[in-house]
């Protein structure tokens, strides 16, 4: 069993669609970031988000914060092939210094 | 900044054989941690040093792994003897107290 659950594991969609991925938890983080990985490649950090209820935006990508700060989600709207790649949430647990636990992953695959 | 650099890129090996991994962080970052990438238990940390001192290796199994951080910008991992279910990508981070930068990974293969 992971620390961080993120659903679903894999979301294929259609250009121009939306879509949800979800990163939970029964811990409390002190802080939760969202990478995006690309294939031969490292993650690539996307966004940190520090406070309960939260709500950042990059572009076409929001990111919230659950109120308990044990939970996150991350919508793309109208989404492009670009946006494929595997997205991993990541968290820091209260009183675990600078160590991260990632969920499993979600791939997502956009379709022209 | 280059970036974080691993080498290689690319390690194929035999069973038993040791393989050494290594890392090049970001300059002045002062965390670095290893990570193991496989399908089916996705990011796992091995270990991570803070001012090149050990800060946790509970993920690393001891028996066969062992990592080293001589200076602040050279790290190394080390398997010896290696074994198929080594079989991975693993990925380096440097860290200033924030956000991870990843170096791309060296994946491994042992036959």
């Known amino acids: 069993t992971q620390l961080l659950e993120q659903s679903p594991q894999f979301l294929s969609i259609q250009e121009g669609e939306n879509l949800t991925v979800y990163c939970n938890s029964s811990s409390v983080f002190s802080s939760l970031q969202w990478y995006r990985q690309e294939p031969g490649e490292g993650p690539v950090l996307l966004v940190t988000v520090v406070t309960g209820g939260e709500v950042k935006k990059l572009k076409r990508l929001t990111f919230q914060f659950g109120d308990a700060r044990k939970d996150s989600s991350l919508h793309i709207t109208a989404a492009q092939p670009g946006d494929t790649g595997l997205y991993l949430c990541a968290g820091r647990v209260v009183a675990a210094g600078n160590k991260l636990t990632f969920g499993g992953g979600t791939r997502v695959l956009v379709k022209p | 900044d280059a970036g974080v650099i691993q080498s290689p890129r690319h390690e194929v090996t035999e069973m038993g054989q040791e393989v050494t991994l290594r890392c090049k962080p970001i300059s002045g970052h002062d965390y670095l941690f290893w990570y193991r990438q496989t399908m089916m238990q996705g990011l796992e940390l091995l270990v991570y040093?803070?001012?090149?001192?050990?800060?946790?290796d509970s993920g690393m199994p001891k028996d066969r792994f062992s990592a080293k951080m001589p200076n602040a910008s050279f790290s190394t991992l080390k398997i010896q003897p290696s074994e198929p279910r080594d079989s991975a990508v693993y990925f380096c981070?440097?860290?200033?107290?924030?956000?991870?930068?990843f170096g791309s990974g060296t994946r491994l293969t042992v036959v």
């Open positions: 040093f803070n001012n090149k001192a050990v800060m946790d």
């Open positions: 981070a440097s860290s200033l107290a924030g956000p991870y930068t």
